[in-house]
């Protein structure tokens, strides 16, 4: 959650439209004609783009839109001489030449690449972390390439359609703090990222292809999309904003589709062939940020805490935080969520009155009650809406009052007690608690004597499930055992 969070207007409402994940869509691989996997003759790309082509002058509208949606540009000069020269090979590839890209590694936990017309590549240091070789982050990024030569962006829609589309981007992120285009920013987010199946399947063939030209590991595509399949799997906040600017949510993936990369890999031989460049890459990405940035917060575990804010809570066992821009929601058992914002209030405005001024849907007045919580004024209240009820917590705290609201269906008997739990488990910290919180960032160590997978795993902080992270982190399957030597990444705060 930002520092000085805006409101967000009725948010009873707003934690119901929460959206998910689309579910994939099967294929007929047999259908496919590989041969028609080719790049175009004329590719879209930023030396190939007049000053008049709307297309390409969209896209370059939309590259300060996209850093304010993905938290700005992640700088890391050694980390960006990496990612460099791993798109320097792909672009002499001689079946393209005349490729030319920007690309941006943009300072967002959330696992995401995607491309713009006219060239505009960009990857999320979330994506990077998961990674684990340089040939996997080539696959990723000649998949991009791949959309931008295929000129997918012109056979996608209408650039009349897209101008609207650019308008709304426009006003999902920088326009106000209503509802609808909350909602909106939910679901929208970036369809000119956004290709067909068929088109991702195209990617996939002519990436493949050109990540083998240059030398790298072919097999690194289908690699990847099985981390991801993986990762996705592994997240349960269904409610999250965050989970609509992850990959997947924009990717279609199957196992079919790891299948065809596979296929489209054997061109080049067995599995082996190729340079995966693994120690590279875990130089260039060790000490990289990672997970959430101080502006934002920390989630560590089942708690919240914002060091510049200067205040922390906890949520149940069985809940699972995600932590955006906006607000910080959390959802658990039994289809409960628990979601926390701030705004500001007039110190002369009571926190009674500002409860019942209309923000939440669905209020009892009635049932509105002064409290205080770990020594802060506090307000208590309840509501119901659409088959939800809902618990109100208002928190003053200096000049900031936080809004904390636990949601469960109408026929669940958990709302108090969960809701209780969090609100009393709000309160301010000190200077002292604030220093000592330090942002987590990736550590690539070595496994020495009497290591294996548990022991690794025990090194890892800032989460409730290490072992998983761990896995997830080192694409590291079932069973899966390590060696004396080999080098592995866990999450750390120092």
């Known amino acids: 959650m930002k520092a000085g969070p805006r409101s967000l207007g009725r948010l009873a409402i707003a934690l119901m439209l929460a959206t998910a994940l689309t579910s994939c869509q099967a294929f007929d691989a047999a259908s496919l004609n590989e041969d028609a996997f080719k790049p175009s003759a004329n590719p879209v790309t930023v030396d190939s783009v007049t000053r008049d082509d709307r297309m390409a002058a969209i896209a370059r509208e939309q590259h300060p839109r996209i850093l304010a949606t993905y938290g700005g540009e992640y700088s890391d000069p050694k980390l960006e001489r990496s990612i460099a020269r791993i798109v320097g090979s792909l672009t002499l590839d001689p079946e393209n030449p005349n490729q030319t890209y920007q690309i941006t590694i943009l300072n967002s936990p959330n696992i995401n690449a995607f491309a713009l017309p006219g060239g505009f590549l960009y990857l999320t240091r979330g994506l990077l972390a998961l990674a684990n070789d340089s040939a996997e982050v080539a696959a990723v990024v000649a998949h991009e390439m791949a959309h931008v030569t295929a000129n997918h962006g012109i056979q996608r829609q209408q650039k009349e359609a897209e101008e609207v589309l650019a308008a709304r981007v426009v006003s999902d992120v920088l326009g106000g703090g209503d509802t609808g285009g909350q909602v909106a920013l939910i679901r929208g987010k ?282 997830l982190l080192n694409g590291l399957g079932p069973g899966a055992s390590l060696s004396v030597g080999d080098r592995v990444k866990i999450v750390s705060d120092r």
């Not at 990617?203 to 790298?216: E, F, L, M, T, V």
């Not at 506090?378 to 904390?404: M, P």
């Not at 608690?433 to 690539?444: D, G, N, T």
């Not at 997978?453 to 499930?465: I, K, N, P």
């Open 190 to 471: 970036l369809r000119l990222a956004q290709f067909s199946r068929n088109q991702e399947l195209e990617a996939d063939a002519i990436g493949i292809k050109s990540i083998g030209r240059a030398g790298y590991d072919p097999y690194a595509a289908s690699r990847f999309l099985q981390s991801m399949a993986a990762y996705a799997e592994s997240r349960t906040v269904e409610s999250s904003a965050n989970r609509s600017l992850d990959f997947l949510a924009s990717h279609p993936n199957a196992p079919q589709r790891i299948d065809l990369a596979t296929r489209h890999a054997r061109q080049f031989g067995m599995p082996g062939v190729g340079n995966r460049e693994r120690n590279a890459f875990l130089d260039g990405i060790d000490g990289m940020l990672f997970g959430d940035t101080p502006e934002e917060g920390f989630v560590r575990g089942t708690s919240f805490v914002h060091p510049i804010l200067g205040v922390s809570f906890e949520v149940p066992q069985g809940f699972v935080i995600d932590n955006s821009a906006a607000a910080v929601t959390a959802a658990g058992p039994g289809d409960m969520a628990v979601r926390f914002d701030g705004v500001t209030v007039e110190p002369r405005q009571s926190l009674a009155a500002y409860v019942q001024s209309g923000w939440v849907a669905g209020l009892d007045p009635a049932s509105v009650r002064q409290t205080t919580i770990n020594g802060n004024e506090a307000v208590n209240a309840q509501a119901r809406a659409e088959g939800w009820q809902f618990d109100v917590t208002l928190i003053r705290s200096g000049r900031q009052v936080y809004r904390l609201l636990t949601a469960a269906p109408l026929a669940s008997n958990n709302l108090q007690a969960v809701a209780n739990s969090v609100a009393a488990s709000f309160r301010t910290l000190s200077d002292a608690e604030k220093a000592q919180i330090r942002p987590l960032r990736i550590r690539v160590v070595q496994v020495g004597a009497g290591d294996n997978v548990a022991s690794m795993a025990g090194r890892m902080v800032g989460t409730d499930r290490p072992m998983e992270l761990f896995q």
